[in-house]
């Protein structure tokens, strides 16, 4: 807690809306321990009648599957991950579509960014659930520390995207050396 997770996923964010031409505002999900798949993607009320989500409607039922979005799903391991976004992460590797509850089969935009935060489940173990590893192996992920923070608190969104180019540039040679 603390490192500036949510502010480096919410400037990053801010970055593609100004560099991306056509990007949608960033779209935030708040997951808490009772977010299931009916809250992210919708449920048929009792009359049998679909509710789609925020998310279903700014994201997936939108009719523009050009138009680049991030998403970011915020503390997303206080519930388990793949329960509630599990069609998601699959449409996501496969370039299928996601199943809704009224049988309807939208799909991803094709420049869609998701991007989670979440606590460690070492430091947390109460609080904060395991992702499984094969979530993980679709995902890069970006280890916080508190250097990052202190960056951020000093030097402020400057800092920030110093600390941001530093790791992209990391990875970029990592990359390069894992396909060698």
């Not at 793949?82 to 996601?98: I, P, R």
């Not at 600390?163 to 040679?173: D, F, G, S, V």
């Amino acid at each position: 807690p603390g490192t500036g997770k949510s502010t480096f996923a919410r400037e990053f964010g801010n970055a593609c809306e100004l560099e991306i031409p056509d990007q949608r505002e960033t779209k935030v999900v708040l997951v808490d321990p009772d977010f299931d798949a009916a809250r992210l993607l919708g449920y048929l009320d009792l009359a049998g009648k679909f509710r789609a989500s925020e998310f279903t409607k700014e994201v997936l039922q939108t009719g523009q599957p050009l138009v680049p979005r991030v998403v970011i799903f915020e503390e997303c391991n206080t519930a388990q991950l793949e329960a509630y976004a599990g069609q998601l992460l699959h449409a996501v590797e496969s370039a299928g579509a996601v199943q809704l509850p009224d049988d309807s089969e939208p799909r991803l935009p094709l420049d869609v960014l998701l991007l989670a935060t979440g606590n460690s489940v070492r430091d947390e173990p109460e609080t904060r659930l395991p992702i499984s590893r094969p979530s993980k192996r679709r995902m890069t992920i970006i280890e916080m520390p508190n250097i990052l923070y202190e960056a951020w608190r000093d030097g402020k969104r400057d800092a920030l995207v110093e600390q941001a180019n530093l790791y992209l540039e990391y990875e970029r040679t990592r990359d390069r050396k894992s396909v060698v």
